[in-house]
């Protein structure tokens, strides 16, 4: 069998990237109609083969590490995030590396962080009044920054605080837009004028990184802290290493970006769909059981990434077919979460089908899957069950105009107006 890529649209590159910048649902539904769950596209300068059977995304998933790369594929965050982050690393050195981040995210810990949300969470409703109208994403960017900074960095309130999620807050407005996102697919990551750009833009906020950590590994009470960046400090392999400077700076930036970006995005658009649920928000705050299923079904219906990807290391059998090396595979998110035959009626917002049953390893992969699955799936999950809860619990809230499109900001989805909502009492 001769390795070859499958049937896609003919349309040249930049069509088939505004399409996909523009509509990705309808663009990647358009294609799957003509073409079947497996269809290339060129949106970038290396080919995309999607994939949105189930079956399919279990071969990718499951696949040895040495076959499929995941940094190589995500290699236009690397210019941000910079080359040791665990998004960027394949092999041995992502292994490595995750093992040392898990801990941290995990056990008694979540609990801790528990607090820290609660509080940041009422911090932010301490000004809402009934009448007003307001978008919650900016709302819900405030209250993960501060989950970030005090839970992730260790950086409690004062003006340490506050410098720290200005700089912070500003970096990322500038570097998530979609201009950016774009000129990176377009002249490649590598490209010497993208490399001086990102590092211009992220000069002071690496300063700022590198002046923490060097305080932080000379603090008295580091073994006694529980914020993220102490126990990734202290966190040692089998052989007693530990991640030096540029590793912890790299991966303090994944958080920020994984963790602030995507998590608020997604509690925008959980109000958006709970506000038009008739007694959703009023079950969410008294049914804990619900709230996670509304997550589930939030991150299931309105993603906030559209797909994984992984890079082929040399030909190989997916779905039916020997595929070239080189390819990047994306399951695709938006397509697998809105199949019929898994998810009946799967346009509908509807909270309850994560009640009847568990969501699937290879059907639910907002958080990709594998050994690649996301390390703080667990923790944004729990964030935004509790700033749900908190919110439904001190505030009443009703939609405001029609449902709300998606627009992309940067490689994330987001409700075109903000997630809109009007406050009609406090509780």
């Known amino acids: 069998m001769h390795a070859a890529l499958p049937a896609g649209p003919r349309a040249p590159r930049a069509a088939q990237m505004a399409a996909w910048l523009a509509r990705p649902l309808w663009f990647a539904s358009q294609c799957r109609a003509r073409y079947g769950d497996t269809f290339t596209v060129n949106v970038e300068q290396r080919p995309w083969v999607m994939l949105s059977d189930p079956a399919a995304i279990r071969e990718v998933f499951t696949a040895s590490a040495d076959l499929m790369h995941a940094g190589d594929a995500n290699e236009i965050l690397r210019p941000m995030l910079g080359p040791s ?37 009422e911090r932010a409703l301490v000004d809402w009044r009934p009448g007003d109208a307001l978008a919650l994403r900016p709302h819900a960017q405030a209250i993960t920054l501060e989950v970030i900074v005090r839970a992730v960095f260790g950086v409690d309130a004062g003006a340490a605080n506050e410098r720290l999620k200005a700089l912070l807050s500003d970096v990322l407005d500038r570097l998530t837009r979609v201009r950016r996102m774009v000129l990176i697919a377009a ?24 002046r923490l950590i060097a305080e932080r ?32 700076r790299d991966e303090l930036m994944t958080l920020l970006v994984a963790g602030h970006e995507t998590t608020a995005n997604s509690l925008a658009w959980a109000f958006e769909r709970l506000a038009r649920t008739p007694g959703g928000l009023e079950r969410v705050a008294e049914d804990p059981d619900y709230a996670d299923a509304a997550v589930r079904e939030t991150l299931r219906l309105r993603p906030v990434i559209a797909l994984v990807a992984r890079r082929l290391t040399r030909d190989a059998e997916i779905a039916g077919r020997l595929l070239p090396e080189g390819a990047v595979l994306t399951p695709c998110i938006l397509l697998v979460h809105r199949r019929a035959d898994i998810y009946p009626d799967p346009d509908a917002f509807r909270p309850e089908r994560f009640l009847e049953r568990a969501p699937g390893t290879y059907t639910w992969i907002p958080f990709g899957g594998g050994v690649r699955r996301c ?53």
């Not at 002249?187 to 590198?210: K, S």
């Not at 202290?234 to 290493?241: I, K, N, P, T, V």
């Not at 809230?397 to 075109?416: K, W």
């Open 217 to 248: 590994r000379a603090a008295a009470d580091l073994a006694d802290r529980d914020d993220v960046l102490s126990t990734l400090l202290l966190a040692r392999d089998e052989r007693g290493a530990g991640l030096s400077d540029s590793e912890l």
């Open 375 to 427: 390390v703080g799936a667990t923790f944004a999950q729990m964030e935004m069950q509790v700033v749900l809860r908190t919110i439904a619990r001190r505030v009443r809230l009703e939609a405001v105009g029609e449902p709300e499109p998606v627009r992309r900001r940067a490689i994330t989805l987001v409700p075109a107006r903000g997630g809109e909502v009007r406050v009609l009492a406090r509780r």
């Open 187 to 210: 002249a490649g990551p590598n490209n010497p004028r993208i490399v001086a750009l990102f590092r211009r833009e992220l000069a002071a906020v690496d300063a700022e990184l590198h």
């Open 85 to 121: 982050s665990v998004l960027l690393l394949d092999g041995a050195p992502h292994m490595h590396q995750r093992k040392l981040m898990l801990p941290a995210f995990h056990g008694d810990r979540l609990e801790r962080y528990r607090e820290i949300i609660v509080d940041a969470t």
